[in-house]
């Protein structure tokens, strides 16, 4: 009896060591905000377009998600991550069911981690750390910190088809680079990109690079350069992003986009407020782009009502330059929920 006793013991302490070596977490965010906007023709990332309805929509993408980590052995560990996005306000699946990210992971300790599969691209990471927004919302900067790069249909903030690597920190620092495969050549092509960011106490600092190989003709050799750094003080944290672009057929088109933005703690709840200046090259034929020149400008109030749960109020416009453009105007109200 004390044999069966001792056994049942070890074995039981064995399955407590393989659980803690494993874990599989399940995670999500629940959205939604009444929206209205006036129907400015200028564009406004983040707003309703030319409706002047209210409109219940997300603002941060409502999601949900699965990752998990094993430990195996000799500094080795693996892990996967798949996320599925829905909008909440009527139920709908996204197109791609696993559109967040969905991609499996191996991570050497000393080294850094080696991943595949369905992933954001690393010159994402600078902009969306440096937009007080976080692209989410009427108030956010979004694809206008990557300039005109964001109209080639093979650069979004994710890629399929990815092949990545990202160094472990060293004292702060990672590099992270990335080949999306072109297997789908004939519509967004092979997305390559690379990323150095730097984040330490108060600072972040991150420079990315993008561009895009053997796709359509009207987007080959497309790429942006882009660089974001903040500093929290404490009682305010400001933070800029700059980006350079060269798009489109033929003549590139250069384009540059500079945002200053922050964020600040106030009565419990945090001040977020962001100016952007979109620049195109007009001179390269690009004055049927009535957006290439632009101006957005956001703000917003976030206040926490527990650890998962979160209010807020957020405002955006955006103003073009050319002639006939009238300012688009959003605002937003809503709740968030993360579990």
Request: aromatic share 10%; no cysteine.
């Amino acid at each position: 009896m004390k044999k069966s006793l001792l056994a049942l013991a070890v074995l039981g302490a064995f399955a407590g060591a393989a659980s803690a070596q494993s874990s599989v977490t399940i995670y999500g965010v629940m959205d939604l905000a009444i929206t209205k906007g006036n129907g400015g023709t200028s564009s406004n990332p983040g707003g309703n377009g030319l409706s002047e309805a209210y409109i219940m929509k997300q603002s941060a993408a409502s999601r949900l998600g699965f990752r998990g980590t094993e430990d195996i052995g000799g500094g080795w560990s693996a892990q996967f991550q798949i996320e599925h996005r829905f909008t909440p306000d009527d139920g709908n699946a996204a197109a791609i069911f696993w559109a967040g990210r969905s991609y499996v992971q191996l991570t050497n300790s000393a080294v850094g981690s080696l991943y595949m599969g369905r992933e954001y691209t690393p010159a994402f990471w600078p902009a969306v750390k440096t937009d007080p927004f976080g692209w989410d919302g009427v108030g956010q900067i979004n694809g206008s910190q990557w300039a005109l790069y964001r109209a080639n249909p093979g650069a979004g903030v994710r890629t399929p088809n990815t092949v990545g690597f990202k160094t472990r920190s060293f004292g702060g620092l990672t590099v992270q680079g990335a080949v999306g495969l072109s297997e789908n050549g004939a519509t967004s092509g092979r997305n390559m990109g690379f990323n150095v960011e730097y984040s330490g106490g108060p600072i972040y600092a991150g420079l990315g690079f993008e561009t895009i190989k053997e796709g359509p003709v009207a987007f080959a050799d497309d790429q942006v350069i882009n660089f974001g750094f903040s500093y929290d003080l404490g009682f305010i944290k400001p933070m800029i992003h700059v980006a350079s672009a060269e798009t489109g057929a033929g003549v590139k088109i250069k384009s540059r986009d500079i945002m200053f933005g922050l964020t600040a703690p106030i009565a419990g709840g945090k001040l977020k407020f962001a100016v952007d200046r979109l620049d195109g090259d007009t001179s390269a034929g690009n004055t049927t782009l009535a957006n290439s020149q632009r101006t957005k400008i956001g703000i917003g109030y976030d206040y926490p009502l527990s650890k998962r749960t979160n209010v807020y109020a957020d405002y955006g416009q955006g103003k073009s330059d050319f002639a006939g453009a009238t300012v688009n105007r959003a605002a937003a109200v809503g709740v968030k929920h993360t579990f």
